[in-house]
């Protein structure tokens, strides 16, 4: 086997993470489509360039899932839709800054990840293995109950949204008993909803037709060439010294997203979607402040970026912990990767620490390069090539949206009645904004309801329906304790928010629901 430190596994691994980034960078063509296509490929590869090409798809990918937030606000993953509004309203003043947020504390976080890693793969796994049903049945209570708190004055629209998105997701067959709902019949709906077919329609079919409500589809461009100049001029600038500041002043924010992001990855079944989400989730509640300034409002929101991109790149460097230690898959990603593993004729577990203790350095090895250096450079390009696609006439710009997100649904299960899907809940999700219910609530429902349901489901049918055993554990009593902490000091906030409203301080600006 090839030696990850040789140039043919450098250029194997820049390739990968250029593939991926194109693909993570797509909405509908997700990390795990990539993976999968490349899967093939891997058969015929030696198996030192099959490790770092699979860890270039799936560092970069992540990452690149914020770059349809930036420009067109269309996240390409579920873990982008946890920030994606803040994140595009800061792509608006400028293209490179918004890069620079979703770029550099995404290679930190998985910095630390990988130096977790390093440092206790088989203790963290080891801990991992105490997480049964009942822990993480808590776990998407907790993720499902932040998400709920961090809608910013919309508490009962964000609760409708939510429940919308869980109603949505027990559409198909019940994963537990196997009983069809909600299928009224259809041999198409058997399969239930795709949740990043929803995500497309919900986010990218809605804000065109949002666009086209509002008659912006009518402008020549996002940006004009004045301010398209502006912003080259500065690019660098805001590419790199900016998100830097920024980390340096939030670093308290950014340790804690990056440590949960590595805890949650490293929990088999979690990974960087819900990792996202409980983390700008969290700064989202934790920021929340009465009145607030514009300056206060776009400090905030900044906060909810750079705890949300620093969570999901940890997730992903956290998710190989279980996989390398114990063979077990800590997310789809890393399924495949215990695939690829087998096929390079690696049998992961304890052993793998051992009996090929060189190769498990190469693989820390491959993803520090990866995100310190490979990772930086694919931002800088695109926040060159983003400045291009901004300057693409609207209507050219919305047409090639729509195409994309028709070949995105498409895509995922080749399966054209994802399509018509895709756009009925565009629709609705058009309805949903044009009522002021949150959107990015739906698709937490949809990610984070199945958990739940299936967790619950077999705790239950284990304990034959004692509700007891649901409090008796040690961990799961610290996820309640820390939900019932989120819902105390949620419903204070949400008073002291509530209480602001109504009395405004004269000449203050009032912040707008985000998600």
């Keep these: 086997m090839s030696s990850l430190f040789s140039w043919e596994a450098l250029i194997a691994l820049t390739l990968g993470s250029l593939f991926g980034a194109i693909f993570g960078s797509i909405p509908g063509l ?3 489509l990539a993976l999968s296509l ?17 860890i270039g798809i799936s560092t970069a990918a992540i990452f690149a899932g914020d770059i349809g937030s930036i420009t067109v606000k269309i996240p ?20 490179g800054y918004a890069m620079g947020v979703a770029t550099l504390p995404s290679a930190v976080g998985a910095i630390i990840g990988v130096a977790i890693l390093v440092a206790g793969a088989g203790l963290l796994a080891g801990f991992a293995k105490q997480f049964s049903s009942f822990e993480y049945f808590w776990l998407s209570v907790l993720g ?7 809608t910013q004055g919309k508490l009962v629209k964000g609760v409708i949204s939510l429940l919308v998105g869980i109603l949505i997701a027990t559409v198909g067959l019940d994963p537990t008993l196997g009983y069809s709902r909600f299928s009224f019949g259809s041999p198409e709906l058997l399969g239930g909803i795709s949740y990043v077919v929803a995500l497309i329609g919900l986010f990218g079919v809605s804000e065109l037709l949002e666009q086209v409500y509002k008659g912006v589809v009518k402008t020549e461009a996002v940006v004009t060439d004045e301010e398209l100049r502006r912003q080259r001029r500065n690019l660098q600038h805001d590419y790199w010294v900016r998100p830097t500041r920024l980390m340096l002043r939030e670093k308290g924010a950014m340790v804690r997203a990056s440590l949960v992001g590595t805890g949650v990855g490293f929990l088999p079944g979690a990974g960087a979607d819900l990792a996202a989400w409980l983390s700008s989730s969290l700064e989202r509640m934790g920021g929340r402040k009465a009145n607030p300034t514009p300056e206060e409002t776009a400090r905030q929101e900044e906060v909810v970026v750079l705890a949300g991109t620093a969570s999901n790149n940890a997730a992903v460097a956290g ?6 230690a114990l063979g077990i898959p800590g997310d789809t990603l890393t399924a495949i990767v215990l695939g690829v593993f087998l096929i390079a004729g690696i049998t992961p577990g304890p052993q793998l620490f051992t009996e090929n203790r060189a190769l498990v350095t190469q693989i820390y090895v491959a993803f520090a390069v990866a995100s310190v250096i490979i990772m930086p450079i694919m931002g800088i390009l695109s926040a060159y090539g983003v400045g291009f696609i901004t300057r693409i006439p609207f209507k050219l710009l919305m047409g090639f949206i729509l195409g994309l997100t028709v070949v995105g649904a498409y895509a995922i ?33 949809m990610v984070l309801g199945p958990l739940l349901e299936q967790n619950f489901m077999v705790s239950v049918i284990k304990v034959q329906w004692d509700l007891a055993s649901f409090f008796t554990r040690p961990i799961a009593l610290v996820l309640m304790l820390a939900t019932l902490l989120v819902i105390f000091f949620g419903i204070r906030l949400n008073k002291a928010y509530q209480k602001s409203l109504q009395a405004p301080a004269a000449g203050t600006d009032v912040p707008v629901g985000s998600v």
Excluded at 319 to 324: E, R
């Design 413 to 445: 299960n080749n399966n054209p009645f994802d399509i018509f899907v895709m756009l009925a809940l565009g629709f609705f999700g058009f309805l949903l904004k044009r009522g002021g219910f949150p959107l990015a609530q739906v698709v937490l429902g």
């Design 30 to 32: 997700t990390a795990t």
């Design 38 to 54: 490349f899967v093939p490929l891997a058969l015929f590869l030696d198996p030192g360039l099959v490790l770092p090409a699979v």
């Design 319 to 324: 998710a190989w912990i279980p996989a390398m």
């Design 144 to 150: 499902l109950v932040a998400g709920v708190f961090a």
């Design 76 to 95: 390409g993953t579920a873990a982008s839709a946890a920030y994606s509004d803040e994140i595009n309203r800061m792509g608006k003043s400028s293209m």
